[in-house]
């Protein structure tokens, strides 16, 4: 489902790029809810870049509210002002599953995603130093000491996590996750060998190539910087999910400042600068706004909902 939805969002790109996009009239807000380093702020550096030159008169600033795996920006984001000028990163699965926890002070529909710009495959890798060589290693050595392999991601009940549980789950193995504020924070730990690896995402193992060493990828296909990295689906488990990545608004921001912060992302998903950069960080393009929002949250939302009981959320 995930893979036909995220297709047919895509194929919509052409039609938001027909129509003139227009300029924000001040400065750009940006929040972010993780620390520098991270997926989530590469992605918003390749938007500041394609966005000046898009619209040279203002900047995009990136300002950092980070902590509780992103809930302390996104219980906070309707306490913004909502003039249509700030915006904040907004994650699934991350605002489905941590509320279901019941221990961050906002509820899913307390957000309000405006556009969703991209999605990182999940992907389980170790250090470049590591003996484990492949994903037959991997589950060797889960499996001759149950727990023993810890394994790190980007924060308490987000993608990562969620695809934590997933692997243990799908290969009969038992590993440790060990929660970092970001990415950022984790690929010092993975990279140090503070940690025995991570299930994080195919940006990282690319942009960090030559020091980790990614075992499987939750794809439909290999990535085509990773070809030597087999599929979940190859390995036996029909699995293609990873992170979304988008902005949202505070409830106050107008309809009309909503469609008009949506119709500038998707023009900036457009640009064939901001395309580039993206295959090159192993980010997936999608184009999910305002006229599809409500499905695609419906349907994110189920898979999420049943994933977190997994976890054990929501008792």
Known sequence: MLHRLVIAAALCSAA???????C???????????????????????????????CP???????????????????????????????????LPHIVLQPMEGKVSYKTEDLVPVYWYHYTPDALVVPETSAIKNFADFVKAAKADPGKLNLGG???NS?????HQRLNVAFSVKTTYVPFKGTG???????GGHVDGAMSYTAFAINNKGKVRALAVAMDQRHPLLPDVPTFKELGIDW?????RGVGVPKSTPPEQRKRLADLFAALNAEPEMKDLAAK?????????????EAFMRERSLVYQEMGRQMGLGK
């Open 24 to 54: 924000p009239d001040k400065n750009l807000m940006y929040w972010q809810a993780f620390p520098p380093g991270g997926e989530s702020d590469i992605s918003a550096r390749h938007q500041q870049i394609v966005l000046k030159k898009k």
């Open 57 to 91: 008169a203002i900047d995009t600033v990136i300002q950092y509210k980070a902590g509780a795996g992103g809930a302390l920006l996104w219980s906070q984001m309707n306490t913004l002002p909502g003039d249509g000028l700030n915006v904040g990163g907004v994650n």
């Open 240 to 244: 293609v999910d990873g992170a979304f």
């Open 159 to 163: 993608a990562n996590h969620a695809a």
């Open 154 to 156: 980007s924060g308490l």
């Open 281 to 293: 960080s192993g980010f997936e393009l999608v184009n999910i706004g305002p006229d599809k929002m």
């Open 185 to 191: 924070d984790m690929t010092l730990a993975v990279l």
């Open 16 to 22: 938001f790029a027909a129509h003139a996009q227009p």
